[in-house]
């Protein structure tokens, strides 16, 4: 007699090219979602009232709700996460009105992070389409620990922000030079950030795992941000030498 279930050993959609998911790789993303140690912080049960989606600004524009994203974690259903992964996860402005609004003490918007930091770490190409226009900013916040400094803020570096970058284009050498701290009169930096500090950072990019999540969504940027620590490493490195030999 056969005794199989009605489970599915692969997921798949009939008229789509893409290639069907094996169940085991649905239960991996899943489990590795919730084995994160915030996941029984951010998820305590929900009433599906939907109070989350109402306050909710990214619920406004797009195809995403966070009722609908608990929904499917709290009830486990493996192909409904991984179908919010390739696509709906992006949407979130992590706001995390939610988190304030939910009586269940949820946070919607903390589960979301969870589910991309997942995403990253199985090299989804969602998260690789997503993170693409973002290597500039990637590039500098992990080799400087700097973010976006104001020369960067142009049409050329952020062609897919549409004509409205035209509205942020403005005299800005001229405009930083009225701001009374010397350390942000500059268009080339957001703020200064000593070698020093810089090189600790990347060992706390490399202890974390940012470095990895990094080399699995780009290759090519994580060869050029490797080569830029390994220099400012051998920096500070030379800088150190030179104090021990003046105080020789
Ligand atoms: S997550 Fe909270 S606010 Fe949202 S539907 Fe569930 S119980 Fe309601
Ligand atoms: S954190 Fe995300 S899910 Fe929550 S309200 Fe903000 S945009 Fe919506």
Redesign the pocket.
Known sequence: MDHSTRVQDFIGDPVSDSPPISRDDLEEVFQDIQADLRFDHELN?????????ATCPAAHYYDFS??EI??LLWTENLEGIYDAMQEKIWSCAQCYT?AA????G?S?GGLVMLMREVAIKHGMQSAKDVLRPFSRVMLKLISTGNQLSPDMINPDHFADWGPNLTKVEAPLKLLRKAIPMATLNTTETAWEVNLKTSVELYTIWEMTGVLDQLETIDENLFDVITDIMDEKREDWEDFQDEQDDDDD
């Not at 929900?46 to 989606?53: A, F, S, V, Y």
């Not at 609004?101 to 269940?104: E, I, L, N, T």
């Open positions: 049960g929900c009433l599906n009232c939907g109070i989350c989606t966070p009722r608990v929904q939610c609004r939910c009586p269940f949820n919607p």
